[in-house]
């Protein structure tokens, strides 16, 4: 069965550190996976997706992701993080030509000054 | 227009009380789904329509009708809710291609139900 891990509940990191948020799937096939960001009191946004090719993904407000298929991983990563960046994250994973999406727990990123 | 709309933004219901919430998207998208959200957990998928059709219930009791009248709105009718179903309503809504790809989810923000 499809499950997605998402180790960190909550991580703390000061404006301009970098970033990794960590994220582990289970999977028989080639997995679709996606980063969702969500501020409080809204909808998700999707931050960046993988389905195939390059393994380095390149998402919007500078994030990028990284597919390592030894290790089951799709680690969210930011080279320099902005207060504005305070949000649940949220990796999911996809089944092939399915509706259903799996979302692991979240990450809760604290941003301090 | 990449948006997803939701109303209303929050609602306050008794559990006598019947309801509904709307979703609307002009993406073109053909696939809308209904996901529930407590706090501090990701969403939980619900329902989903493909084609107007519905597609996906995820054995959601049936005090929650889901309703899709068009392509581009979704409906959820409420009656008889219980306090246990307060939570975040999220729409979404994605192209639903057949290309084999996991077509990306577009979220609308949401509908804060409380039942009291």
């Known amino acids: 069965a499809q499950s997605v891990t998402q180790p960190d509940i909550h991580i703390t990191v000061s404006e301009g550190a970098s970033l990794e948020l960590r994220c582990n799937y289970s999977y028989g096939a080639t997995p679709y996976l996606f980063w969702y960001v969500q501020s409080p009191g809204q909808g998700l946004q999707l931050l960046l997706k993988y389905f195939s090719g390059d393994t380095l993904v390149q998402g919007i407000k500078g994030f990028e992701a990284e597919f390592k298929r030894s290790q089951s991983s799709f680690n969210l990563r930011k080279p320099s993080v902005h207060w504005s960046d305070a949000a649940e994250y949220f990796c999911a994973v996809g089944a092939t030509g399915g509706f259903k999406t799996i979302f692991g727990a979240g990450t809760r990123l604290f941003v301090k000054a | 227009d990449t948006e997803v709309t939701q109303t209303p933004k929050h609602l306050v219901m008794g559990m006598t009380n019947k309801k509904s919430l709307k979703c609307e998207q002009h993406?073109?998208?053909?696939?809308m789904y209904w996901y529930k959200q407590k706090a501090k957990k990701p969403p939980e998928l619900m329902f989903v329509y493909s084609y107007e059709k519905l597609s996906i219930n995820e054995s959601v009791p049936s005090r929650f009708s889901p309703e899709c009248p068009n392509s581009s709105l979704l409906n959820l009718h409420l009656h008889a809710l219980q306090p246990e179903d307060s939570a975040l309503y999220l729409c979404?809504?994605?192209?639903?291609?057949?290309?084999?790809?996991?077509?990306?989810?577009?979220f609308g923000p949401g509908t804060r139900l409380t039942v009291t």
């Open positions: 993406m073109g998208h053909r696939a």
């Open positions: 979404a809504s994605s192209q639903d291609t057949e290309s084999g790809s996991m077509d990306e989810q577009y």
